[in-house]
C-alpha cells in the first residue's frame, strides 16, 4: 500500500473513530461485491459465481443485484444451480 492509500485510509478511520485495519476490511468487502456485480452484468459470472466472488449467499447476491438496478440475466445454468439449492433445503 501507498502512502497515499495509507492516509486516506486513516482519513477515513479517524472519522469514523475506527481502527485502519477495519476501514481495509470494509472496502476489500465493497470491493468483493462491486466486482461481482460487474462480472454479472458484463455476463461474464453467473449469479452463483457472483454470490461467491462477493462473499454472500445467492438470495443476498440477487437483493444486491436489486439494490443497485442491475437487470437479471439468469441463464438455464442459474435455473437449475437453483432448483439444486431449493432441493437441498426441503430434502
Known amino acids: 500500500m501507498d ?4 492516509l486516506f485510509l486513516s482519513s ?5 473513530n475506527e481502527d485502519v485495519s477495519k476501514k481495509v ?3 476489500v468487502d465493497l470491493g ?6 460487474e462480472k454479472y452484468k458484463r455476463k461474464e459470472a453467473s449469479i452463483e459465481r457472483a454470490s461467491r466472488i462477493a462473499g ?3 438470495s443476498r447476491m ?3 443485484l436489486r439494490e443497485y438496478s442491475v437487470e ?6 442459474d435455473y437449475l444451480q437453483g432448483l439444486k439449492s431449493f432441493r437441498k433445503i426441503w430434502s
Open 3 to 6: 502512502d497515499g492509500d495509507y
Open 12 to 16: 477515513l478511520a479517524r472519522e469514523d
Open 25 to 27: 476490511r470494509e472496502l
Open 32 to 37: 468483493r461485491i462491486m466486482f461481482a456485480i
Open 56 to 58: 454472500v449467499s445467492i
Open 62 to 64: 440477487i437483493d444486491i
Open 72 to 77: 437479471a440475466n439468469l441463464e438455464y445454468e
